[in-house]
């Protein structure tokens, strides 16, 4: 039966070792009672060495607090705990992003007595989504300035269109303007020759300045 018992816990270790994957089992304090896979290859600590220890020993200030929040109301409402992202602190100091997994723990009363569960490194999946993330923001970022160029380049050639428009209508009025101008005056000399016409035609001096070379030697003629 021991035997038996010893070939399943190989075969659990063997099968955890494998996927690189740490099983663990926490009290209701937190601590570890139990640790067993590749806690060492992702956090430096040996599985003896995290027992009696608490997640948040390897956790910063500010990450420790809000993952305490996070679980204790987790066992208050006795949920399973289902990817919950960490960063903890490895025996070197490099940050490591873990991924853990848990179901409640209960005694014979149905009162909870802990966790256990399964964690994992997704440190260079979580780096990779960051940099993606930033790419997106960089993206948008350049696509909302591509935009506000557009909208500056689109009002400056309605801008200069209104401009032309607004030159060509005034060139057009100063035509129509000079136009009628010539015309009055060339009316105006018309007139002036008929008056000067008849007064010829009385046989007196023409009052306005003659225009015409020939109309002045036919009268002194």
Known sequence: MMQKLQDSENRLLDITNSIGEWIWEIDTEWQYVASMGKLELFLGYSNKEVVGKTPFSFMEKEEKKRIKKLLSTIAINKENIIDIENWSLSKTGERVCILTNGVPIFDKNNKLKGYRGVSKNITKRKKLNNKLERQKKDLLNSN??????????????????????????????????????????????????????????????????????????????
């Open 144 to 221: 909302i300035e591509l935009d506000n160029s557009r909208k500056v380049a689109l009002s400056i050639m309605q801008d200069t269109e209104a401009q032309k428009n607004k030159a060509e209508k005034a060139l057009k009025d100063l035509e129509t303007f000079n136009e009628a101008m010539v015309n009055r005056e060339m009316r105006m000399i018309e007139l002036k020759e008929e008056v000067n016409e008849l007064y010829k035609k009385l046989g007196k001096k023409p009052i306005y300045p003659t225009i015409w070379k020939e109309t002045e030697r036919d009268y002194d003629g």
